[in-house]
């Protein structure tokens, strides 16, 4: 257990993130959710930390598990409280106290920000959770949720929208943060360099990238928002997938299998790259020359 910690999640967590999801709500409630929905939402959170906050306990490059929790402001309290929304434990890795190591971030966490309490939902047919949470101090409630379906309103999405629609909703600060997705991310990076040379691209999106962010509330600190050379990196990446492929316009490098989500990691040490120097700077990589 020496080489296992609890830390937040990043981008580059996203298919393990995706992955327990999916797997919660299979063995939690025998449902299968759709992998496209699940990725554009850790997606959202993990860029807009109001959202919610996620946190992964691991050992070494190995995802152990994974908790995250949103807030519900109280005007009874003038505080907010935690939710835990989602929580996961791979089953070769249960029996460990992972949950608890978990939990006691989140705790930490949420004592330090003033909540209130920490509260939980629990599908009434998971007697083995519910025996979980009762072991590590959780009560039942005197509240009983009800829902209310609400019918979704029409929206395009950045992976369909055509490139001017999509360059004029960037700059114009009226792209969604939920539609601010890695493949936004790429098309966006496409557009720059269908622009301009490599330096005044990198100027002009970090720039644009700085804007966005702000309009969507996000409070730039050394762990979320803009990254420097996160930002290079996938430029230059995307400069190579454009020389090679045959369409005309953003779309085409999606589905590049270079530009997966963890390509960074083929150039850099996970340490090196997410540090705060590499967030403040342009860091070189330090195993492989970029493109």
Known sequence: MSDVVVRDATELDLPALVAMVIAEG???????????????????????PALARYWLVVDGDAALGAISIVR???DWRNAAYWWIQFVFVVPAARGRGLLGRLLDDVKRAASAAGAPELRLYVHPGNARAIRAYERLGFAASDY???VQPIAPAAAQVAETVDDDCLWRAF???????????????????????????????????RAGILR????????????????????????A????????????????????????????LRFYRRERLFSVEAR?????????ELP
């Open 26 to 48: 299979r063995e939690a409630e025998a449902r299968e959710l759709a992998p496209e929905v699940v990725t554009a939402a850790i997606t959202a959170a993990l860029r807009d």
């Open 72 to 74: 519900e402001w109280s």
């Open 144 to 146: 009983r949720i009800m």
């Open 171 to 205: 700059h114009d600060r009226t792209l969604p943060s939920s539609q601010w997705t890695h493949a936004a991310h790429l098309r966006i990076a496409w557009l720059h360099l269908a622009r301009y040379e490599l330096d005044e691209a990198h100027l002009r999106m």
């Open 212 to 235: 966005l962010n702000a309009t969507h509330g996000l409070v730039e600190t050394p762990q979320r928002g803009y990254h420097e050379t996160l930002t290079r990196v996938w430029l």
């Open 237 to 264: 990446l995307v400069r190579a997938a454009r020389r090679a492929a045959a369409g005309r316009d953003s779309t085409s490098v999606l589905g590049d299998p270079g530009l997966e989500r963890t390509a960074p």
């Open 280 to 288: 403040a700077t342009f860091v070189p990589p330090d195993l492989a």
